[in-house]
């Protein structure tokens, strides 16, 4: 397997997910295994924002989002190659792969987390599992959290936690009970999918322009803070 070319919203290739792995640690979250509790700025913030289905309209924000985390979470990680696409690039990928202005591709739900502003601050997509898999145990599951991205100024407010739980409750009104996650092993912020009660199935190897890593698949058998 080898890395996309410079962009994430390739998604319709049968790669496996790099960018969900880059999903902020968002901070003390009321989950499986977590502290009760959230900071006020935390509280306020998850009252105002809104979850929903991503439209054509957000491709620039999509792609400013994910170029922007992406480099926050990995620059000094791995090599610059790695980062060298730009969001203009990433929006119009994100763009193709709508059917219409308000329908994403076919078996893919792409969420946005939405100020009362209506500026787009992250998104997050679900899809089929995706590739053959090199871990026996990945097999059962069905569903794929592919790309969790938040904006860096808007992380630790609690907004990963808003979006995968809505995409826990697309994978249920689906009839599924399992969701798989890819984690880069460079990726600082395992300690987000752990805290929400993943569970480490395995590693797999990853080649990212030529940079040669791995990553670890997370799996919740059951999603019970949907």
Known sequence: RVAPSH???????SRPNLWASSAPNVGPLLCIGERAGHSRQQ????????????HLTDCPALGRILVAATRHAFRGRVPERCLAWTAEESAANWARNFKSPDTFVDGQSLFVAETPTRDV???????ERVGDEVIPSARRYAHELRVLQIDPPWQRRGIGRQLVSRVARRVLAEGGSRLLVRVLAE????AFYRRLGAAPLGTEPYVWEGYQTEQVVYGWETLPWS
Do not use: C, W
């Not at 509280?43 to 991503?54: G, H, L, P, Y």
């Not at 601050?121 to 899809?127: K, R």
């Open 43 to 54: 509280e306020a913030t998850m009252s105002t924002i809104n979850i929903r289905d991503a």
């Open 121 to 127: 601050v992250g998104f997050a997509l679900l899809t």
């Open 187 to 190: 990726n600082p912020n395992h």
């Open 7 to 13: 962009d994430a919203a390739q998604i319709v290739s």
